[in-house]
């Protein structure tokens, strides 16, 4: 019987003999150089996918003063945003099931650059609400697509630590980047690039150049082991792991391929079709609704409570300009919380690392909604910054874990689909009403509600860790 049967009942077949075989191979491989240049080069993706997330709230100024538009039209250039990424995470995981995930994934880091050059040429409102849509776009694919990959490349003991560094790059570093990036272009460097006028357009736009570097330097990075068995593409396949085991992302003439497999032993898996149909099949119907849940809890967490929390201290009492402040302090405890969730996700079981930080959650959720005191709301959002993103590190390394290699990127996708519309677009939407009606104990109140939904997909779904990735 195989490895896999410990994640999912069913008799072994010839997908899970092969799959078994692969994982063997990539465990004695083991983690090497390569391994954390391929990390690099994943996580420049959800670096940029962070910054551009923030850079348009840092931009508005510049945007309104230029346009004399409302605030809400500004507010709908971000909801433009969200809204595409989720369709493109939906179509974008479906292709890189049939496609292959390199080159969907090259794809959707270009499409990404060319938003953001429209977006800092932008000649209108109008127009600028169109780029944002591809930036979107290239955005929702980059998302579904980044974990996928690293999940099926790295050896089962570090997978998760490095979906866990993934996290840590979108989450507290990309924050920081996008803040420190915004302070030196609409501050020091504003007046050399335009004036508060133009210097927006600049920090839509400086992604860019980088942008375009990694999509020639992501060429190296090798197609997923994976997929490459599922589309029968034995010669690449053979080759990526000869040059994984040697420690190269590169080829030479002198290479002497390895051969691993050959085409007979995975006609099956080759033959193997999938569908959306297939997330609702019995035996992975529970994990695609697990997998909504937890993502729509924790965006939905992590977007209100950071998006509310200067509106409630200045209701406590500090003034704008040091709500601003304390933000970025509170920020620094969700940069710490990405760093303690690389290593739970390295080396605690994802479900007890779930229940104990939403036990957490909970608590500090509701002493927000309920205490009068400026001090104590403040500690209780840097705690609670800190175990959201700890959450983070092990909820983004659980995901592709819970769907077989057919329907990886497209469950994945899926449910980050479910989680930006629902938890991302919908969510500070909900809350802004609730709000108005209730004031923060509403509002922090439906933080902990989204908790108790997290808590209950974690107490649905299965143990991952240190196990192979499920293919039944």
């Known amino acids: 019987m195989s490895h896999n049967d410990e994640l999912v009942d069913g008799k072994p077949n010839t997908a899970d003999a092969v799959y078994a075989r692969l994982a063997d ?13 391929i990390l690099g080069l994943i996580a420049l993706g959800g670096l940029f996918n962070i910054i551009e997330q923030y850079n348009i709230g840092f931009a508005a100024p510049g945007i309104v003063a230029e346009w004399g538009i409302s605030t809400s039209q500004v507010g709908f250039l971000s909801t433009a945003t969200f809204l595409a990424m989720a369709v493109s995470s939906l179509v974008c995981g479906r292709l890189a099931d049939r496609y292959g995930r390199k080159r969907i994934f090259m794809a959707n880091i270009l499409i990404y650059s060319v938003g953001a050059l429209f977006c800092a040429l932008a000649p209108s409102y109008e127009s600028l609400l169109v780029a944002r849509v591809v930036v979107g776009v290239g955005l929702g694919g980059e998302m579904a697509l980044g974990y996928t990959v690293v999940a099926e490349l790295m050896p089962t003991k570090r997978r998760g630590a490095a979906t866990g560094a993934m996290s840590l790059t979108h989450g507290g570093v990309g924050i920081f980047a996008a803040a420190g990036l915004a302070a030196l272009i609409l501050g020091p460097l504003g007046d050399a690039v335009g004036g508060e006028v133009e210097s927006w357009r600049i920090l839509l736009g400086i992604m860019v150049v980088p942008a375009l570097l990694a999509v020639l330097v992501r060429m190296y990075v090798p197609e997923s082991p994976r997929y490459l068995i599922r589309a029968g593409k034995y010669a690449e396949l053979n080759r990526t792991l000869t040059l994984i085991s040697q420690n190269r992302l590169r080829a030479n003439e002198s290479l002497a391929i390895v051969r691993y497999f050959d085409s007979t032993e995975g006609k099956g898996v080759s033959e193997e079709k999938s569908s959306v149909a297939e997330l609702f099949h019995r035996s992975v119907r529970r994990r695609t609704f697990v997998s909504w849940a937890l993502v729509t809890s924790l965006f939905g967490a992590v977007t209100v409570s950071t998006i509310f929390m200067p509106t409630v201290l200045t209701s406590l009492g500090f003034d704008s300009g040091s709500s601003a402040r304390l933000a970025t302090l509170i920020n620094l405890g969700g940069l710490l919380g990405g760093v303690i969730g690389v290593v739970g996700a390295h080396r605690l079981p994802r479900r007890a690392v779930g229940f104990a930080c939403t036990l957490v959650n909970i608590v500090l959720a509701l002493a927000i909604a309920l205490t009068s005191s400026a001090w104590m709301a ?31 990127a497209l469950g994945s996708g899926t449910a980050i689909t479910v989680g930006l519309v629902v938890g991302s677009a919908l969510g500070p939407v909900i809350s802004g009403y609730v709000y108005d009606g209730v004031g923060k104990a509403g509002t922090f109140g439906l933080v902990a509600v989204l908790c108790v939904l997290f808590a209950f997909g974690v107490s649905a779904g299965p143990e991952t860790y240190n196990r192979r990735l499920v293919e039944g």
């Open 25 to 37: 191979i990539v465990d004695d491989i083991g983690i090497k150089s390569v391994h954390y240049k």
């Open 378 to 408: 403040l500690v209780c959002a840097f705690f609670l910054a800190f175990t959201l993103q700890v959450l983070s590190g092990t909820f983004w390394t659980y995901l592709p874990e819970l769907y077989p290699t057919r329907i990886r």
